[in-house]
């Protein structure tokens, strides 16, 4: 079964570019009815969705983030990334990846362990 | 603030039932589907309920999920010790024309 991982920096300065790779194992990245997203969750707090990407490249980005937030594929590593720039500690949070399915309805499963990342200088 | 609003903590006793309310609006709840999530902190986040009341395989029937007008409900029977757990709804907001989530619920199997 799919299994997700994420990886990259556990420290950025603030201003700078949040950069997190997401690992796909046990299925193809290049399925018909996988919108592979990111998703974060600041210390104490609820769950935000940043956007997803369809293997196509295809992308959609949750509205208030959309002008900091790229979601990038590489299917022949079957890994997609995340791209935050100007970041602040308000950017602080667990940041996890996850497969949504189909349409909304179907959720988002699985999801990786989730990394966290703290902005501060 | 969460879009989706959910109590932010609820108890029981081993054996029992326990329902974990999530409160919306017509833009989300009212006209999507609504998923559930159990999450443990430090591990990833569980789905347990998919299109408002369809679980996903391996997920026990323990668990069910219902929707009325713009509110879902999460119930959980023969609750167990492990059940504890925070527990997080989500959805599609027409509106904000993004994925909402609930402020999650911390279940507390006393």
């Known amino acids: 079964q799919v299994q997700l991982q994420e990886s990259g920096p556990g420290l950025v300065k603030p201003s700078q570019t949040l950069s997190l790779t997401c690992t796909v194992s046990g299925g193809p990245i ?24 369809y293997y196509s490249g295809n992308t959609y980005y949750t509205p208030s983030l959309k002008s900091r937030v790229t979601i990038s594929v590489d299917t022949s590593k079957k890994q997609f990334s995340l791209r935050l720039s100007s970041v602040t500690a308000a950017d602080t949070a667990v940041y996890y990846c996850a497969r949504l399915g189909s349409s909304w309805g179907k959720g988002f499963d699985p999801w990786g362990q989730g990394t966290l990342v703290t902005v501060s200088s | 603030q969460s879009v989706l609003t959910q109590a932010p903590s609820v108890s029981a006793a081993p054996g029992q039932k326990v329902t974990i309310s999530c409160s919306g609006s017509s833009s989300n709840i009212g006209n999507n589907y609504v998923s559930w999530y159990l999450h443990l902190p430090g591990t990833a986040p569980k789905l347990l309920i998919y299109d408002n009341n369809k679980r ?33 709804c989500g959805t599609w907001d027409s509106s904000l024309i993004a994925v909402v989530f609930g402020g999650g619920t911390k279940l507390t199997v006393l």
Not at chain 1, 43 to 50: F, Q, R, S, T, V
């Open chain 1, 30 to 53: 290049s399925s018909g009815d996988s919108f592979w997203s990111w998703i974060r969750q600041h210390p104490g707090k609820g769950l935000e969705w940043l956007g997803y990407i």
């Open chain 2, 56 to 88: 996903p395989s391996g997920i026990p029937d323990r668990f069910s999920g219902s929707k009325s007008g713009t509110s879902a409900t999460l119930g959980i029977t023969g609750l167990q010790t492990g059940d504890e757990a925070d527990y997080y």
